[in-house]
């Protein structure tokens, strides 16, 4: 008997039956759709079906969550937010910013297989053949299995096949007293001072080229320096010269604006969402700031927006919401 199956079974509920059937053909049972990214072009995005969502879901937590994933990977770990990543870099210097092209359908079931070979994980062929199947999706007019980017297990798994990188990275920028994290596709580095900076690219290159996977490209359009003259970000988060974390003059100036329009009773539904859903990440981010809308517009306009929001959601969840 497979060891994956079993445990399958056992974590999902499924029957054996159902879940061999499922992972024959699970690099198929994708939806395939794609999304405005933000600053323009469009994000491919591939759903996996309900069915394989669970069994995915099942074997992160079964067979992923113990494997090693490096501190200076900040995304997609339990109790971490982007602040954790902007805050080490905060009350430092200047900062360079890069980028992974194509970061997820860069990873292959190949990487997969050389980080099993290299760890000692799934010796068994048919069990590794079994975990590509279900980890990795198969592109319409494709023939290579890749990293999805919409199933459950793509996240941890990215962040356990760039230890390498993340390890051998942070070690050969820190000889020049630079600090690295990186969320998901987005590299940071940042040091007291620009000078410091100047080896990184050649680093990153280095880093690249020295791993055994995953084989990962630049988007050098993105490469960015950004000093203290200058309002430095990290991951949409904006570090002050004097160390705090904020989410910036323009975004607050938003925020407030919105806050206005709703006690005016000029949001419509989706809206007033998209606003308590800010306003709940501030509470994480910069809480203070919302002691300040507190006094300029009243406790009560706060709590009337998350009962609105929590009254539109509850709506639409019963199809009552048009």
């Known amino acids: 008997m497979s060891e994956i199956i079993d445990k399958l079974v056992a974590a999902s509920g499924l029957h054996h039956i159902a879940v061999r059937r499922i992972l024959v053909s699970a690099p198929q049972r994708y939806k395939e759709f794609t999304i405005a990214k933000r600053n323009g072009g469009r994000r491919k995005i591939a759903q996996p079906a309900k069915e394989l969502k669970i069994l995915q879901r099942a074997f992160a937590s079964e067979f992923l969550s113990d494997l090693p994933i490096h501190e ?124 410091h900076l100047t080896g990184v690219r050649k680093a990153v290159s280095k880093a690249i080229n020295y791993v055994e996977f995953p084989n990962l490209k630049v988007n050098r359009e993105k490469t960015t320096y950004i000093t203290t003259k200058y309002h430095r970000s990290v991951t949409g988060l904006t570090l002050a010269n004097d160390g705090r974390i904020t989410i910036g003059r323009d975004k607050k100036r938003e925020v407030r604006a919105a806050v206005h329009s709703f006690t005016l009773g000029k949001l419509d539904g989706e809206s007033i969402e998209r606003l308590y859903g800010y306003i709940s990440f501030i509470h994480s981010v910069e809480p203070e700031f919302i002691d300040v809308l507190s006094k300029k517009y009243g406790v009560n306009a706060i709590q009337s927006l998350r009962d609105a929001s929590a009254a539109i959601r509850q709506a639409r969840d019963t199809d009552a919401y048009i």
């Open 72 to 195: 200076a990977a900040t995304a997609y770990r339990a109790g971490s937010s982007i602040r954790d990543n902007a805050s080490k870099h905060a009350g430092f210097g200047p900062i360079l910013k890069m980028d992974f092209k194509d970061f997820f359908p860069s990873i292959s079931d190949r990487d997969w297989c050389e980080y099993c070979q290299k760890n000692k994980l799934f010796e068994d062929p048919q069990e590794r053949r079994l975990s590509t199947l279900l980890l990795f999706h198969r592109p319409k007019g494709g023939s290579k299995l890749r990293l999805a980017i919409g199933a459950p297990s793509s996240p941890m798994l990215s962040n356990i096949l760039m230890f390498d990188f993340d390890k051998h990275i942070s070690e050969l920028v820190a000889l020049d007293k630079v600090r690295y994290t990186r969320y998901a596709d987005d590299l940071t580095f940042s040091a007291p001072r620009t000078g």
